[in-house]
C-alpha cells in the first residue's frame, strides 16, 4: 500500500519540555486516518509540524517522497489543510473569497474553481455573501479552497467543530467521496468518537507524545472477548464475590456484566442455575470507540 505520509520518530521539545516523543505512523493512499487523543496529548502539535506550521526537533516527516526537511516546497505542496477556522472574508461571495485565495496561488484556473465548487456542493450559492453562509457551508468552502491546488493530502483539525448532526453527515459524506473517487487521503482530528467511528478507516490513538495504537476501526471495536449483560433475580453474597473474583464481573442493579469468550458462556448459566440463581436474560454489549478509547487511553 502506498503511504502519502509517514512520520519517523518525530519528536518535539518545547523549553526543554518534551510534547512529542518518537512518533511514528503512515497515513495510506485513499484512507481515513482519526488522530484521537485526550485533552493536551499532542494532536494539534503533531498537525502542525506535518503541515509545516512548526519546527520538528528530531526525526522526519516524508509527504509523497518528500522529506519536510529536505525538500519543504516540494514535501507541502502536496497537503491541503484547515488547521484553524478557515479564514473567509464574510463581506465578499463565496466566489470571490475562492477568486482572492486563487490570486495568490499561481496556477488555479476558473474551470478548476468551478470543479471544486461542485464538489463541494456549493453551485447554488457560491456567488452569496459568506455572512449569509452557514456553518456548514462555510466549512464547506474551506474545504473547497483547500482542495484548489489538488492536495493528495487533506488535514483537517477538528472538521465537524460546531455542525449540526446534518452538517456533520455533509462533511462526513463529502470527506468520504473524496477518498474513494478521487483516492485522497485525509487526516482528521476530532473529540467526537461516535463520528471518528463512523468516518474513519484507521485510528491512531496517542496520549503524552507518544503513539499508544493504531489499528483499523473494526480492529479496535472487536476483540476475541465480547462484554455480556446477565439479568438475574437477587444474588447472593456468596454468587457476587464469586463472580467478582473468578470472573471479574461488574455487579448491578438488575443483573451483572461480564467480559469473557462467547463459548464459557453456557457453562457459566450452568453454574448460576445450580446454585439457584434465576437468569431472565443474557445479550450482548455492542462496544464502541468510545469504549476503547478510554480503556486504552486510561491505563
Ligand atoms: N508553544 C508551546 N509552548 C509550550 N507548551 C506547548 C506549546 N504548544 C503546546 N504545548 C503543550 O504541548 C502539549 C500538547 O498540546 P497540543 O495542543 O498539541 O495537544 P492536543 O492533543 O491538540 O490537545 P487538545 O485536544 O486539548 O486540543 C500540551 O501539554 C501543551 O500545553
Given at each position: 500500500m502506498n503511504s502519502v505520509l509517514t512520520l519517523k520518530n518525530v519528536k518535539k521539545t518545547i523549553n526543554r519540555k518534551t510534547i512529542i516523543n518518537g512518533l511514528s505512523f503512515s497515513v495510506h493512499e485513499g484512507?481515513?486516518?482519526?488522530?484521537?487523543?485526550?485533552?493536551g496529548a499532542g494532536k494539534t502539535t503533531t498537525i502542525r509540524m506535518i503541515v509545516g506550521l512548526m519546527d520538528i526537533s528530531e526525526g522526519d516527516i516524508v509527504i509523497c517522497g518528500k522529506s519536510i526537511k529536505d525538500d519543504f516546497t516540494g514535501a507541502i505542496r502536496h497537503i491541503g489543510a484547515i488547521v484553524e477556522n478557515p479564514e473567509m472574508y464574510k463581506f465578499l461571495t463565496g466566489y470571490q473569497n475562492l477568486m482572492q485565495y486563487a490570486r495568490m496561488h499561481n496556477g488555479i484556473s476558473k474551470e478548476k474553481i468551478a470543479e471544486v465548487v461542485k464538489l463541494v456542493g456549493l453551485t447554488d450559492r457560491i456567488h452569496e455573501k459568506v455572512k449569509t453562509y452557514s456553518l456548514g457551508m462555510r466549512q464547506?468552502?474551506?474545504?473547497?479552497?483547500?482542495?484548489?491546488?489538488?492536495?493528495?493530502?487533506?488535514?483537517?483539525?477538528?472538521?465537524?467543530?460546531?455542525?449540526?448532526?446534518?452538517?456533520?453527515?455533509?462533511?462526513?459524506?463529502h470527506l468520504r467521496m473524496l477518498t474513494r473517487e478521487r483516492g485522497m487521503s485525509v487526516i482528521v482530528s476530532s473529540h467526537l468518537l461516535s463520528e471518528m467511528e463512523l468516518m474513519c478507516d484507521r485510528i491512531a490513538i496517542i496520549q503524552n507524545g507518544?503513539?499508544?495504537?493504531?489499528?483499523?476501526?473494526?480492529?479496535f471495536v472487536e476483540r476475541e472477548?465480547?462484554?455480556?449483560?446477565?439479568?438475574?433475580g437477587d444474588l447472593h453474597e456468596q454468587e457476587t464475590t464469586w463472580l467478582k473474583s473468578e470472573w471479574d464481573a461488574t455487579i448491578g442493579d438488575a443483573g451483572f456484566t461480564v467480559e469473557t469468550a462467547r463459548e464459557k458462556i453456557p457453562g457459566l448459566i450452568k453454574k448460576?442455575?445450580?446454585?439457584?440463581?434465576?437468569i431472565y436474560g443474557v445479550k450482548t454489549v455492542a462496544r464502541t470507540l468510545e469504549d476503547r478509547f478510554l480503556e486504552v487511553t486510561s491505563k
Open positions: 484512507e481515513v486516518f482519526g488522530f484521537l487523543g485526550p485533552n464547506r468552502l474551506g474545504l473547497a479552497q483547500c482542495l484548489l491546488h489538488d492536495p493528495k493530502l487533506l488535514i483537517l483539525d477538528e472538521p465537524t467543530n460546531g455542525l449540526d448532526p446534518a452538517g456533520i453527515r455533509e462533511i462526513r459524506d507518544e503513539l499508544i495504537d493504531v489499528q483499523t476501526v473494526n480492529e472477548s465480547a462484554l455480556f449483560a446477565f439479568e438475574t448460576l442455575t445450580a446454585a439457584g440463581v434465576d
